[in-house]
């Protein structure tokens, strides 16, 4: 026997031990962490963008760690949700479709996790990885956490003021004391998952799935903070506010503001950085950075389809699986193609309801710009956010459209408030005072948080009217866009009858991806209209009905 003949069994002999002795569950050490960076309510805003648009509010907030990993990895310049409203967002990004496919989570209020639908985490779970998650996530946990979620794979056990950030900094009569308090509990929660070594870690070997979910850029934050803490001046964003907002003091430090709380994600992520570099981790791990929709309390923003509510920040770095770093890609991206990314990329085969395409081919690719011509295209949507913000818990459906020149939206009920009811428009009663807008959401027109903007425009309805009527009024029944001309969306083409054509070829291509996927929204039974969508209190059925995509 020659020596050759000797090594070739010797190899089949250890892979033999290895696969008796691993399980059959586990995968390689070699394969990828996962972690994902996920911010509340961050929309596009980072420093790294202010190069490609000029003159914009990206000149005015600073986010060096999302910049580090943009250059180290792909930034994608056209990231959007499915869904501009958390619960809906998560659920379609975890589960790899359209929101429009989770059942019961695809709302808000009243959601409830069907654990028959695969989940990212779970599913790598299956195959051997240890998840964990700190701050929020939507459910990666197992059946028996459901419907919170997650409470067996949280590590918070330091803390979780870091989601109040502005409020809790602030206190703190050193502001750099607060600041770096706050870090240091990030710091210790990283830790406690990422150095755990309870039941939960397989092996020391063991690939990792982390989510790192902070929510201080969900509001409310403290008015000032941006300035305080960030060095943020208020009087930088002037003329760069989009022309739908009033472009007045409040508006202007209630975005600086905002824009603070995005500075603090980002020295949050920048410890999560700094923590898996600690255990060498850093370069086979898979960093993908974003948020889950615009920004919230503001017109246009949060819970709607136009760009400011559904276009989100994304950046991926993996030394290992993306080639040409620094590439800036102009591809139509849906975050829920990030699940299928994350299972193909630890070989773990994606289940059929998992329809998002996986973005490997342009991790892979070693071009700028455009690299697959088919992401042409994206489509988001809304159904119900706040149970309580039209009569009868209704929702406001919507469905849209979104290609490099156009936005299409369609309104299926034109008649309801597309921010619910409010008082003196739309429903009885007087204004709520000040206070009341800029702390309760529920005052007036529960699908915009409470904010200083908010009560800014409720309260100056008389003075500003058209800045009213951008933020509160009835929509049509259709949308069109030219985004090119009119990035703002401020002058709505869909009756022009020059772009008839526009609209009838994005009408057809729109509702065969909605018939395509199995939107109940276009099908016999509109189950979004009645209870159980309608009902928060409701309690889910043993079985549910699942809703198929045609093939």
């Not at 760690?65 to 998560?90: I, K, Q, Y």
């Not at 870090?183 to 210790?188: F, G, N, Q, S, Y």
Request: some cysteine; charged content about 25%; hydrophobic content about 35%.
């Amino acid at each position: 026997m020659n020596t050759e003949t000797i090594r070739q069994l010797t190899l089949a002999v250890v892979a033999v031990y290895c696969a008796v002795t691993s399980g059959s569950n586990l995968i390689a050490a070699d394969k990828p962490n996962i972690v994902m960076a996920f911010a509340d309510d961050w929309g596009k805003y980072a420093s790294v963008y202010a190069s490609m648009e000029p003159d914009s509010i990206h000149e005015v907030v600073s986010t060096p760690n999302f910049d580090s990993v943009a250059n180290e990895g792909v930034l994608f310049n056209r990231a959007f949700v499915s869904a501009p409203s958390c619960t809906p967002c998560r659920s379609s990004l975890l589960s790899g479709q359209p929101f429009w496919r989770c059942e019961r989570a695809s709302i808000l209020q009243g959601a409830i996790w069907d654990f028959s639908i695969p989940a990212y985490p779970l599913l790598l779970q299956e195959k051997g990885y240890r998840i964990g998650h700190t701050y929020k996530v939507w459910s990666p946990g197992s059946p028996a956490d459901a419907p919170h979620g997650g409470a067996k794979t949280a590590f918070n056990s330091h803390g979780r003021a870091f989601n109040g950030f502005s409020q809790n900094a602030m206190k703190n009569s050193d502001h750099e004391a607060g600041k770096k308090q706050l870090l240091d509990e990030v710091r210790k929660n990283v830790r406690s998952f990422l150095d755990s070594d309870d039941d939960a870690k397989l092996d020391g070997d063991s690939p990792f799935c982390y989510w790192f979910g902070p929510t201080n850029t969900h509001r409310k934050w403290v008015a000032g903070s941006g300035k305080e803490l960030w060095n943020i001046d208020p009087d930088d964003l002037k003329g760069k506010l989009p022309a739908y907002l009033p472009d007045v003091e409040t508006v202007r430090e209630d975005f600086a503001d905002y824009l603070g709380e995005v500075q603090a994600f980002d020295a949050g992520l920048g410890v999560l950085i700094e923590e898996l570099k600690r255990i060498g981790a850093y370069d086979n791990t898979i960093l993908v950075v974003s948020g889950d929709h615009g920004i919230p309390g503001v017109s246009r923003g949060k819970c709607n389809l136009y760009d400011l509510g559904t276009q989100v920040p994304l950046a991926i770095r993996w030394p290992a699986g993306i080639k040409n770093h620094g590439r800036v890609v102009d591809d139509f991206v849906s975050l829920p193609d990030l699940a299928p990314t994350f299972l193909e990329a630890a070989e773990v085969a994606a289940p059929k309801t998992m329809i998002a395409r996986s973005l490997m081919p342009i991790l892979q690719s070693e071009k700028s710009g455009q690299v697959d011509p088919d992401r042409d295209v994206v489509f988001t949507g809304r159904e119900r956010h706040v149970a309580a913000a039209r009569t009868d818990n209704m929702p406001y459906p919507q469905r849209a459209i979104r290609t490099d020149q156009y936005l299409y939206i369609i309104n299926y009920k034109p008649d309801r408030w597309p921010m619910g009811t409010g008082p003196g428009f739309g429903a009885p009663g007087s204004l709520p005072d000040e206070t009341l807008l800029r702390e309760n959401t529920f005052a007036a027109f529960g699908d915009m948080d409470a904010s200083p903007t908010k009560a800014w425009i409720v309260l100056h309805k008389e003075q500003d009217p058209q800045s009213f009527e951008y933020a509160f009024s009835l929509r049509p029944n259709r949308e069109l866009y030219d985004i090119k001309a009119d990035p703002h969306c401020m002058t709505n083409l869909a009756e022009d009858r020059k772009l008839a054509d526009v609209v009838l070829g994005l009408d057809h291509r729109l509702m065969n991806y909605l018939q395509s996927t199995g939107d109940p929204r276009v099908s016999d039974d509109p189950i979004f209209e009645h209870a159980p969508y309608t009902d928060p209190n409701s309690k889910p059925k043993p079985k549910t009905k699942r809703v198929k995509a045609k093939r």
